[in-house]
C-alpha cells in the first residue's frame, strides 16, 4: 500500500509518519527546500513514541521517498493525503493537478480544519475532508465529511492504521472538534485580556482537571456522572438554567489587536519559552503515550485506549511450535524506565509475563479457558539480569517448554536487544495449573495438557 502525502508541514509530517511507521510506503512532495529535514525530525520523534502504545511490535516500517515533482508522488498511490495551509485558492489548485494524475481509485482526504467538502470540490475536485489531530501520529481521531461510499473505504483504510473515524452526518465550518476548540479559545482571550487568568493559569486548569475527564468520557457522559443516580435528566434540570447567565463571552469576541497578541505571546514565553519546540513535543508525546497506555490497561479500554487494545490485537505474530517460540516482539515504552535510566527490574517479570500468556493462550489456556475458572499460576521464577536495557529499544523474547507433565509447566525464556541480538535477561519460570474456584492445583483439560506435553516433548527433541 502506498500513501502520498502533499505538503510537508506539521500535519503533512505526522501522516507520513502515521502511515509508513504502519507499513506502508509513503512518497511526499513539498516544494519547501526544508520539508525532508522538517519530516525526517518529526520521524524521529514519531518512532520513538508510536511503538510505546502497543505490547508488540509494529509491522516493518514502509519505503520513505521524496519527490519535487507532484505525479511522480501520487503515481499508483492507494490515498493521497493534502495538508497545504489553508488557502482555498491554493487547495483548488493543488486538487486540479490531482485530478490530473493521481489514480482514479486513490481516495483524497484534506487535512483541512475549516472547509467543506463543497468548497473544497466547487471546481471539480473529489476530496473528502479527512481532518486529523497533531500529532497526527499519536492521536486516533480523525473526522471524515463528504461522499458517503468514500468515507465508508476510508473508514475502513484509517482503522487498519489505528486511527478512529468519526463521520461527520452533515457539513459544517469547521466540522465538530475544532468548533469546540475555538470556542474555548475565544473564552481563553477574554479571560486573559480582562485580567482575570494567565496563559498558564488557564492551560493548568484544563490539564489538572476536565481534560482528564474528557479524555476517557467526553463531554455528554462526564456530565451524566455529574447527575448522578438521577442521571442527566437531573444534571440538565440542575445546570440547565446557568445558559443564561453570564458566564461565557462566547458570543461577543473581543477585538484581535497587536496589544492582545503581544499579551498573549508574552505569557506564553514566561510560562514556556524555556523549552525548544522538540522538547516541548517529547514532553507532549511522553504525556500522551503513558495516558494513552493507561487508559489502553483499563479493563476492556477506555476512549482512546480501547481504539489502541483493538488495533493491538491485529499485531500480534503467528506462533509457531518449533524450539524456540517467538513469544515477545515490542519496543520498550518510555514508562518503563526508572530513575537510573533503564528498564526497572520489575518489567523483565512484565516482559517473561507477557512471554507466559502467549504460551497459556498458544495452548489453549486463553481468556475463555479462564472464564470458565482453570488457569496456570507462576509459582516460581528465577530471572538473572545480564544487561541494561533502555526506552525506545526493540526487544524480543525466545521462549522454550522445558517441561509439560500434568499440572506442571517449565518455561525458559531469553529476551535479546533486536538490534545486535544481545542477550538481556534470561527467566526459569515454573508454573502450575490451578482451579480458580478452590485455589488449588488441579489437572488441566486434557486438549490443553495434550498440547502442553506435546510442546515439551518436541522442544526436548530440538534441543537434543
Not at 467543506?116 to 470540490?121: A, T, V
Not at 486548569?205 to 435528566?233: H, P, S
Not at 490497561?297 to 482512546?304: C, W
Request: glycine fraction near 8%.
Amino acid at each position: 500500500m502506498k500513501a502520498a502525502i502533499i505538503g510537508g508541514g506539521v500535519i503533512g509530517g505526522g501522516w507520513a509518519a502515521r502511515f509508513l511507521l504502519n507499513g506502508w510506503d509513503v512518497a511526499v512532495f513539498d516544494p519547501d527546500p526544508e520539508s525532508e529535514r522538517k519530516i525526517n525530525e518529526v520521524l524521529l520523534n514519531a518512532r520513538r513514541a508510536l511503538p510505546g502504545l502497543y505490547e508488540t511490535a509494529l509491522p516493518i516500517e514502509g519505503k520513505l521517498t521524496y519527490h519535487s515533482d507532484l505525479a511522480e508522488a501520487v503515481a499508483d498511490a492507494n490515498w493521497v493525503q493534502e495538508s497545504v495551509p489553508e488557502r482555498l485558492d491554493l487547495k483548488h489548485k493543488v486538487f486540479a493537478e490531482l485530478m490530473e494524475h493521481a489514480p482514479d481509485d486513490a481516495i483524497i482526504g484534506s487535512s483541512t480544519s475549516g472547509f467543506k467538502p463543497s468548497e473544497l470540490n466547487e471546481k471539480g475536485a473529489r476530496a473528502i475532508v479527512a481532518h486529523p489531530f497533531n500529532p497526527v501520529y499519536l492521536l486516533p481521531l480523525i473526522e471524515l465529511v463528504g461522499d458517503a461510499d468514500t468515507c465508508t473505504r476510508a473508514a475502513d483504510i484509517l482503522s487498519g492504521i489505528g486511527m478512529y473515524p468519526l463521520k461527520v452526518r452533515k457539513e459544517i465550518d469547521a466540522h465538530i472538534a475544532d468548533r469546540f476548540l475555538e470556542a474555548v479559545w475565544r473564552e481563553a482571550l477574554w479571560l486573559v485580556k480582562d485580567g482575570i487568568a494567565t496563559t498558564e493559569e488557564i492551560d493548568e486548569a484544563i490539564r489538572m482537571g476536565f481534560g482528564l475527564r474528557w479524555a476517557q468520557m467526553g463531554l455528554f457522559e462526564t456530565y451524566r456522572v455529574a447527575g448522578g443516580e438521577a442521571g442527566m435528566k437531573h444534571f440538565m434540570a440542575q445546570f440547565g438554567p446557568c445558559l443564561s447567565w453570564p458566564w461565557t463571552k462566547l458570543m461577543d469576541v473581543p477585538e484581535f489587536t497587536d496589544e492582545l497578541v503581544d499579551l498573549i505571546a508574552g505569557q506564553s514565553d514566561a510560562q514556556s519559552g524555556h523549552l525548544s519546540i522538540r522538547e516541548l513535543e517529547r514532553l507532549r508525546d511522553d504525556n500522551l503515550v503513558s495516558m494513552l497506555r493507561a487508559l489502553k490497561a483499563r479493563g476492556d479500554g477506555s476512549g482512546a485506549g480501547r481504539v489502541i487494545r483493538d488495533h493491538e490485537g491485529g499485531l500480534w505474530p503467528a506462533m509457531s511450535d518449533e524450539t524456540p517460540m517467538r513469544t515477545v516482539a515490542r519496543d520498550v515504552p518510555i514508562d518503563w524506565t526508572d530513575y537510573n535510566g533503564h528498564m526497572n527490574e520489575g518489567r523483565y517479570g512484565q516482559v517473561f509475563s507477557d512471554a507466559a500468556d502467549r504460551i497459556m493462550i498458544h495452548v489453549g489456556a486463553d481468556p475463555e479457558y479462564i472464564a470458565s475458572g482453570l488457569s496456570y499460576f507462576t509459582a516460581e521464577t528465577n530471572i538473572k539480569y545480564i544487561d541494561e536495557c533502555h526506552a525506545g529499544e526493540a526487544v524480543y523474547v525466545d521462549t522454550t517448554v522445558t517441561l509439560g507433565e500434568g499440572k506442571k509447566l517449565r518455561l525458559w525464556h531469553e529476551m535479546k536487544r533486536t538490534s545486535d541480538d544481545g542477550l538481556l535477561a534470561t527467566c526459569d519460570q515454573f508454573l502450575l495449573h490451578v482451579d480458580l474456584n478452590s485455589r488449588k492445583s488441579c489437572p488441566p483439560r486434557a486438549d490443553v495438557e495434550a498440547k502442553v506435553e506435546a510442546l515439551a516433548a518436541l522442544h526436548a527433541k530440538g534441543d537434543a
